[in-house]
């Protein structure tokens, strides 16, 4: 009885004792994360290290008859492996574009629409430019051109938005959306006046340049003017100056790029030219000069410091350079000679007598006595002075003493 009852006992341990080995513990677990964790990153270091491959769009595969140009040797496989056959017609490398904030980075520049025509295919010009740098998607152009407008430009475009809705507008390829600026700030009275313009337009001085850069401004508005090539070559060589116009014409360039060129060449030579002619007038003016000086003068001898003679001096009767240093030995005053003195010949100016000058004239001399009277026949009291001591002063009554003001002066008396 007892071994019967003790072999069920030991089958149910047993059993147990299976099972608790059939399970995985957390140590377990965690040593074949790390371990699938350590394989893992020797393949994850290399793919990143890879360069990319451009990714391919699927496209539907036309059957063949003949399976045997297939890779697998089979027609029914719709990929090829990129390593080892040529891209078909139908598969493209995918272009992602670029988000708004790279788009950004390119720096385009904000268009309000109140700056004119020239300005309007300035600005389509440039962002066209920062679409191609930032290798916009076609989808995202409109989107992020559109929103470089601002004032007057962003009134319109809201305008377009609501009449359009925002889907429709957003789904314009970039000819529609450039089209449909031009017709917005180009207006025809405009293009009328750049026709006028772009006719009338002639170059100035010597600015070639200047005159090149305004011609194509204008040739951009008014493209109906400027086409086919040969009639933009006509237009611009009319508009230089006769001095390189013939030149240039008699030339045919056959290309605008040929035609400006030439005229730059030709400009920068007739600038030097001129400069030379200038130059060459100026030292003509200056030899001239020179001749027509020396030829009134005597030249003297070689070896002799000075080339001509000098000039005639009215002081001492002599040529000498430089300051007349003759006295007269009569007076001994400088200036003039003895001869010349009138100190030694002694004439009166008034009475045109010999003896005394003029200031010395007795002709001219006043009676004494008449200086004495007055206009009224009265004659003129002498003035006197009167000194008077402290002492004498208070012995006389009727001198008066003391202090007072006189115009702002003290006095004491």
């Known amino acids: ?67 045997s140009n297939s890779i697998n040797g089979g027609g029914n496989h719709d990929y090829h492996d990129p390593q080892q056959a040529p891209l078909p017609k139908k598969m493209k ?20 629409g109140n700056e004119g025509a020239t300005a309007t295919l300035r600005w389509l010009e440039k962002t066209e430019a920062v679409i191609a740098i930032s290798k916009c998607a076609e989808e995202d152009q409109v989107m992020y051109a559109s929103n470089l407008f601002k004032e007057g430009a962003l009134e319109w475009w809201n305008t377009v938005l609501q009449a359009k809705g925002r889907r429709m ?52 508005v008014v493209p109906s003017l400027a086409s086919p090539e040969p009639v933009l070559i006509s237009c611009y060589i009319w508009g230089l100056i006769g001095e390189i116009r013939n030149i240039v014409k008699a030339a045919r360039p056959r290309t605008i790029d040929d ?42 001898k070689k070896g002799t410091g000075q080339s001509s003679s000098p000039p005639f001096c009215r002081n001492c009767k002599k040529k000498h350079y430089g300051h007349c240093n003759i006295f007269c030995n009569f007076c001994k005053a400088k200036g003039h000679r003895e001869e010349d003195c009138r100190r030694k010949t002694r004439v009166c100016y008034n009475c045109r007598e010999t003896g005394h000058f003029q ?7 006043k009676p004494a006595d008449s200086r004495a009277k007055t206009t009224e026949g009265t004659t003129k009291k002498n003035a006197r002075a009167f000194q008077l001591t402290t002492q004498e002063a208070e012995l006389i009554p009727d001198v008066i003493a003391g202090t007072f003001l006189d115009s702002g002066y003290v006095l004491s008396t």
């Open 169 to 220: 507008a957003y789904a314009m390829n970039w000819e529609e959306f450039k089209s449909l600026v031009e017709r917005k700030f180009c207006p025809e009275y405009e293009k009328e006046q750049m026709a006028n313009k772009f006719l009338s337009h002639r170059m100035i001085g010597v600015d070639c340049r200047g005159y090149t850069s305004t011609f194509f401004e204008y040739a951009r």
């Open 93 to 112: 490398a995918a272009t992602p574009g670029c988000t708004y904030k790279e788009f950004l980075a390119c720096k385009p520049a904000e268009f309000a």
């Open 259 to 300: 035609a400006v060129e030439l005229a730059n060449t030709l400009t920068d030579e007739l600038v030097r030219t001129r400069e030379e002619d200038r130059k060459k007038e100026l030292a003509q003016k200056i030899t001239q000069g020179f001749r027509v000086g020396n030829s009134n003068n005597k030249f003297k």
């Open 1 to 67: 009885m007892e071994n019967a009852n003790s072999e069920p006992v030991n089958e149910v341990n047993q059993s147990e004792q299976n099972q608790e080995d059939q399970y995985i513990t957390r140590q377990d677990i965690e040593h074949f994360i790390a371990q699938g964790i350590a394989n893992a990153i020797p393949e994850i270091v290399a793919a990143v290290q890879k360069p990319a491959e451009p990714q391919l769009i699927p496209s539907k595969r036309i059957p063949e008859d003949n399976g």
């Open 359 to 365: 200031y010395e004239c007795p002709k001219l001399a």
